[in-house]
């Protein structure tokens, strides 16, 4: 499955992949602070968001719709940037083509297995309740609560409010569709195979369960501390874009850039 995708500026690729709750326009702001650094960036929806809609009855494996996708676009190898559920289908993509990714930059990633605190419990618990009820709009009240910071700017909420109004009317209209066996597997066997190099962050304000999450992936990749992205939440990229972005390219010039690399020549069109 080819993934629609946004993108603006030449050189070395970087791949933007969005949070659980939100899509690839969660990256709108990144993409000129980015191109005008000297990078491809690339912004993709990932599979049941945005306008990457699942075929019904199909299995969704999203690290293979990314690689193929960037397969499409030319980007042989590439530096990958997630948020949350980005961060997550970022090392799924990284243990299945490891040959391909430069760079890994993770921000509010935590594993499926681990407990949830109460706070992040009480989110997903307020969410699932409103739309029980068939209340879309606390729904999605919710969301905005437990996602952003007490920081974030009004517009920043608002745009939130309307990725995740998207996103769950989807799901309420098409499920959500089944995944193919994760890459992951259980533990961190898997991650301690990686051997690009990989930066780690959390929003400052973000709940514990990040936190927790995104230093036990520091160990597991060898990243060294985690960086806290001061006031911000859990979408910390969305609050902070020129913070992140200032984090990420800090990040992408200590890569060594291997040659015969495509660079690549679109800009700013959607596909």
């Not at 195979?193 to 520091?218: I, K, R, Y």
């Not at 990749?221 to 969305?238: E, S, Y």
């Amino acid at each position: 499955m080819l993934l629609p995708s946004d993108e603006a500026g030449r050189g070395r690729p970087v791949v933007l992949l969005h949070a659980r709750p939100t899509d690839r326009t969660m990256w709108r702001a990144h993409l000129p602070l980015l191109a005008d650094a000297g990078v491809r960036a690339i912004a993709l929806d990932l599979p049941g968001h945005g306008d990457a809609v699942v075929p019904a009855g199909r299995e969704a494996a999203p690290w293979t719709d990314v690689l193929d996708t960037l397969d499409h676009l030319g980007a042989d190898r590439f530096v990958l940037a997630g948020n949350s559920l980005g961060a997550l289908t970022a090392l799924q993509a990284a243990v299945t083509a490891p040959e391909r990714v430069e760079g890994l930059v993770l921000v509010g990633y935590r594993p499926h297995e681990q407990p949830a605190s109460p706070r992040l419990q009480a989110a997903w618990d307020a969410e699932r309740t409103a739309l029980a009820a068939g209340d879309l709009d606390a729904a999605v009240a919710a969301g905005v609560e437990a996602w952003t910071s007490a920081d974030a700017t009004d517009e920043v909420r608002a745009h939130a409010a309307r990725m995740l109004r998207a996103q769950l009317t989807a799901q309420l209209a098409n499920g959500e569709p089944s995944l193919a066996a994760d890459p992951l597997g259980e533990g961190t066997a898997a991650l301690r195979t990686l051997t690009a190099p990989a930066l780690v962050g959390v929003g400052e304000h973000d709940m514990p369960d990040f936190f927790e999450g995104g230093e036990e992936l520091s160990r597991a990749l060898d990243a060294g501390r985690t960086v806290v992205i001061p006031a911000a939440g859990h979408l910390a990229p969305l609050e902070q874009p020129a913070a992140f972005c200032t984090l990420l390219l800090d990040f992408i010039r200590r890569i060594p850039e291997r040659t015969g690399q495509p660079s690549g020549s679109r800009s700013g069109g959607a596909r």
